[in-house]
């Protein structure tokens, strides 16, 4: 029997099983059904297991679980499947940024902000938090980093990319990119550059509808591009394609989908031979555009390597089948592909770390983290806080989906020990808020699915009115600097508060020490 570390030449594969290995397919990173959080993308166990074995798929990409269930939830997925699978996360924040227990770090833009005055520390940074990142995704089995954002976000209402860009400017993205794509190929798992050819100027969220950016050859060449070549100059392994309508390259056909951006400008002028992906193909921004086998088949077509995310992986592998046998989709563009897969898969597929745990959440880890947030940090008015204890008022997107606050959260314990109690709120419910003093707490920023980069509309006026009748007390900002930005005018230069990046227990602990202790 051939040993699992060992992959078969992919010439022997039959066509089914080869376009088999150019799907990715979700999976939940919890190890039981009744633990799925999200039914429409992940599959239960046996269907799951199924589908690795029988359609030979090349892929999983994983959310939720803590780091030592995700541990096992890999082992389980890679002993179903005949050929090692590559195993992917969205790890742009760390490996703790999606499973609990290893290291999560501060949203890319901070490092920006260091790098408009410490370039050279900023680096270093980016540096370290790539091999962080790297070291601790193959402790748990993951090899592929679905990382970094290389978008340059010059759009302050950007819903979606924001602070998981590294910069606003693109020197800042290109150095920083490049810097943390060295750091994790130290070791043997696989970079991402997302999202081509660059999703930074837009004021539409790719997960909800297609966004068009009608920008010039020249500005194309100048803003959006030399972040990717930077990130193809330092090894990035893989490219993921954004679900965006470039008029000036393409007026017809969004990138995912497009022979002239994948071929034309990312393989033969950009000169990239790895990995294409596609970013999720359940995403609005390509679902709108057609079905989901018409999307699959014109990728591959277009120069997709892998296809991320497909609705349903039998019917897709039977559309693509067909393509080929109709002689629409040729078995040399399979063959092209399958080439790279196999060139990637045996870079990382003989990784393995027997101490998986002792190589989490190590000092160095905590250190670089710590420096990152420090140095990082803003603050202004009369610091420390010194006004008679009021309400903690903490605001969050939804109460309902919240992580990054709990009763043991040190948003919630540090001001509870001065005697300032607990109240949380979102943008349902802050509407209701009576008007009296108040500690106040937000965490705002962008992210998929929320449509917007901003406060809420029913909130500003709130805000402006707490403000006004001078009701509140000390200001802390989790997330958005563009939320800081829209407060700034409007605050009483005595007000004290504080500017976080990260949203993390470790970002509020140094944020609130601040706080009181500046």
Same mark, same amino acid.
């Given at each position: 029997? *051939?040993? $699992?570390?060992?992959?078969?030449?992919?010439?022997?594969?039959?066509?089914?099983?080869?376009?088999?290995?150019?799907?990715?397919?979700? &999976?939940?990173?919890?190890?039981?059904?009744?633990?799925?959080?999200?039914?429409?993308?992940?599959?239960?166990?046996?269907?799951?297991?199924?589908?690795?074995?029988?359609?030979?798929?090349?892929?999983?990409?994983?959310?939720?679980?803590?780091?030592?269930?995700?541990?096992?939830?890999?082992?389980?997925?890679?002993?179903? %499947?005949?050929?090692?699978?590559?195993?992917?996360?969205?790890?742009?924040? @760390?490996?703790?940024?999606?499973?609990?227990?290893?290291?999560?770090?501060?949203?890319?833009?901070?490092? @920006?902000?260091?790098?408009?005055?410490?370039?050279?520390?900023?680096?270093?940074? +980016?540096?370290?938090?790539? /091999?962080?990142? %790297?070291?601790?995704?193959?402790?748990?089995?993951?090899?592929?980093?679905? +990382?970094?954002? !290389?978008? =340059?976000?010059?759009?302050?209402?950007?819903?979606?990319?924001?602070?998981?860009?590294?910069?606003?400017?693109?020197?800042?993205?290109?150095?920083?990119?490049?810097?943390?794509?060295?750091?994790? *190929?130290?070791?043997?798992?696989?970079?991402?550059?997302?999202?081509?050819?660059?999703?930074?100027?837009?004021?539409?969220?790719?997960?909800?509808?297609?966004? !068009?950016?009608?920008?010039?050859?020249?500005?194309?060449?100048?803003?959006?591009?030399?972040?990717?070549?930077? /990130?193809? %100059?330092?090894? =990035?392994?893989?490219?993921?394609?954004?679900?965006? #309508?470039?008029?000036?390259?393409?007026?017809?056909?969004?990138?995912?989908?497009?022979?002239?951006?994948?071929?034309?400008?990312?393989?033969?002028?950009?000169?990239?031979?790895?990995?294409?992906?596609?970013? +999720?193909?359940?995403?609005?921004?390509?679902?709108?555009?057609?079905?989901?086998?018409?999307?699959?088949?014109? &990728?591959?077509?277009?120069?997709?390597?892998? #296809?991320?995310?497909?609705?349903?992986?039998?019917?897709?592998?039977?559309?693509?089948?067909?393509?080929?046998?109709?002689?629409?989709?040729?078995?040399?563009?399979?063959?092209?592909?399958?080439?790279?897969?196999?060139?990637?898969?045996?870079?990382?597929?003989?990784?393995?770390?027997?101490?998986?745990?002792?190589?989490?959440?190590?000092?160095?880890?905590?250190?670089?983290?710590? @420096?990152?947030?420090?140095?990082?940090?803003?603050?202004?008015?009369?610091?420390?806080?010194?006004? $008679?204890?009021?309400?903690?008022?903490?605001? #969050?997107?939804?109460?309902?989906?919240?992580?990054?606050?709990?009763?043991?959260?040190? &948003?919630?314990?540090?001001?509870?020990?001065?005697?300032?109690?607990?109240?949380?709120?979102?943008?349902?419910?802050?509407?209701?808020?009576?008007?009296?003093?108040?500690?106040?707490?937000?965490?705002?920023?962008?992210?998929?699915?929320?449509?917007? +980069?901003?406060?809420?509309?029913?909130?500003?006026?709130?805000?402006?009115?707490?403000?006004?009748?001078?009701?509140?007390?000390?200001?802390?900002?989790?997330?958005?600097?563009?939320?800081?930005?829209?407060?700034?005018?409007?605050?009483?230069?005595? #007000?004290?508060?504080?500017?976080?990046?990260?949203?993390?227990?470790?970002?509020? /602990?140094? %944020?609130?020490?601040?706080?009181?202790?500046?």
């Amino acid at each position: 029997m *051939r040993p $699992k570390s060992i992959l078969p030449p992919w010439s022997e594969l039959s066509l089914e099983q080869q376009i088999g290995q150019m799907l990715v397919i979700r &999976a939940s990173g919890y190890c039981f059904d009744h633990q799925i959080r999200y039914p429409t993308w992940e599959a239960p166990q046996r269907e799951l297991s199924r589908w690795l074995k029988e359609l030979n798929l090349g892929g999983v990409i994983l959310l939720g679980g803590s780091a030592l269930e995700v541990t096992y939830r890999i082992q389980q997925l890679q002993e179903w %499947a005949d050929i090692p699978l590559l195993i992917a996360a969205d790890l742009e924040e @760390g490996v703790g940024q999606r499973f609990t227990g290893a290291t999560w770090f501060p949203p890319p833009f901070a490092l @920006g902000a260091i790098a408009q005055t410490q370039p050279e520390l900023a680096q270093e940074y +980016a540096r370290n938090m790539g /091999a962080i990142t %790297a070291k601790e995704a193959l402790a748990i089995g993951i090899n592929w980093l679905l +990382a970094p954002v !290389t978008d =340059v976000n010059n759009n302050p209402a950007n819903p979606v990319i924001n602070i998981r860009a590294f910069g606003e400017t693109p020197e800042i993205v290109t150095n920083l990119t490049s810097a943390l794509i060295t750091g994790a *190929r130290q070791y043997p798992v696989l970079t991402t550059a997302k999202h081509f050819p660059g999703h930074g100027d837009t004021s539409i969220d790719s997960h909800l509808s297609l966004p !068009t950016l009608n920008h010039s050859l020249e500005r194309l060449e100048t803003v959006e591009l030399p972040p990717f070549r930077g /990130a193809i %100059a330092a090894g =990035v392994d893989s490219i993921m394609s954004g679900h965006l #309508l470039i008029p000036s390259w393409d007026s017809q056909y969004p990138a995912t989908v497009s022979p002239q951006i994948l071929t034309h400008q990312l393989r033969e002028n950009l000169g990239f031979n790895g990995l294409i992906v596609t970013d +999720a193909l359940v995403m609005g921004g390509i679902t709108s555009y057609a079905s989901p086998e018409t999307v699959a088949v014109e &990728a591959i077509q277009a120069g997709a390597d892998l #296809l991320l995310m497909p609705h349903n992986p039998e019917i897709t592998l039977n559309a693509i089948l067909e393509a080929v046998n109709s002689g629409y989709l040729s078995q040399e563009r399979i063959s092209q592909s399958l080439e790279r897969i196999w060139r990637a898969k045996t870079r990382v597929i003989s990784a393995h770390n027997p101490n998986p745990l002792s190589q989490l959440s190590q000092p160095v880890a905590t250190e670089t983290v710590t @420096g990152i947030l420090t140095q990082s940090n803003r603050w202004g008015g009369n610091l420390p806080l010194t006004t $008679k204890p009021c309400t903690n008022l903490i605001v #969050l997107d939804n109460l309902l989906d919240c992580e990054i606050v709990a009763f043991d959260s040190p &948003a919630v314990t540090i001001p509870e020990a001065k005697g300032y109690p607990p109240l949380l709120v979102d943008s349902q419910t802050f509407p209701y808020l009576p008007l009296q003093p108040y500690l106040l707490q937000i965490f705002v920023r962008g992210n998929p699915f929320r449509g917007s +980069a901003g406060l809420s509309p029913q909130s500003q006026p709130i805000y402006q009115q707490l403000l006004q009748q001078r009701l509140i007390q000390g200001l802390v900002i989790y997330g958005s600097p563009y939320i800081l930005d829209w407060f700034l005018p409007q605050l009483p230069p005595d #007000l004290p508060w504080v500017f976080s990046y990260g949203q993390m227990s470790q970002a509020q /602990a140094i %944020a609130l020490k601040q706080l009181w202790s500046a």
